[in-house]
């Protein structure tokens, strides 16, 4: 699905497609890196690219995701799924909370599934952290989350001849 959806917004360039990839909730960078590696970009076009667009819509997700969170889960058809993903996100909190901001930075950074820059800022938005230093977690962990699928998508040995 998401291969189809990026050879269809390839038309309109594979930059385009890189950073509207990234901006998508439980997609984001981790899936638009190797995306745009595969469609044979150079790194140093992929990283900033997808850096850039998943961090565009971070402020208006600190500021306004736990309302809209709470609206979408009055609609029938996501009423589960916010249930579910508020949840998790609850489950993790704990382990957010203990270490605070770097916490966080972990959180995002680290990429596993259910975490990544959405989910570490509606995190932050729920525990009341201060917005810049939380912003300032999150774009940290989104570098480093960037980084690590940037190896992981050419391989050590890849990576080393990047350079």
Do not use: C
Not at 79 to 85: A, E, I, L, S, W
Not at 104 to 127: D, H, K, M, R, Y
């Amino acid at each position: 699905m998401f291969q189809s959806l990026f050879n269809w917004l390839l038309g309109a360039g594979s930059e385009l497609a890189v950073v509207l990839i990234s901006m998508v909730p439980l997609v984001e960078l981790r899936g638009a890196v190797p995306l745009g590696v595969a469609a044979g970009m150079e790194w140093h076009t992929v990283l900033p690219l997808a850096y850039l667009g998943n961090l565009i819509p971070i402020p208006f997700v600190l500021f306004f995701g736990e309302k809209v969170l709470d609206w979408v889960g009055t609609l029938r058809p996501f009423t589960g799924f916010v249930t579910r993903y508020k949840a998790k996100l609850e489950s993790k909190k704990d382990k957010v909370t203990k270490y605070a901001r770097i916490g966080l930075f972990l959180f995002v950074a680290v990429p596993l599934p259910g975490t990544g820059a959405w989910s570490g800022a509606l995190i932050a938005t729920l525990l009341e952290m201060p917005k810049g230093k939380a912003l300032l977690s999150i774009t940290g962990g989104v570098l480093a989350a960037g980084i690590i699928m940037l190896i992981a998508s050419n391989g050590v040995l890849g990576v080393v001849n990047l350079f």
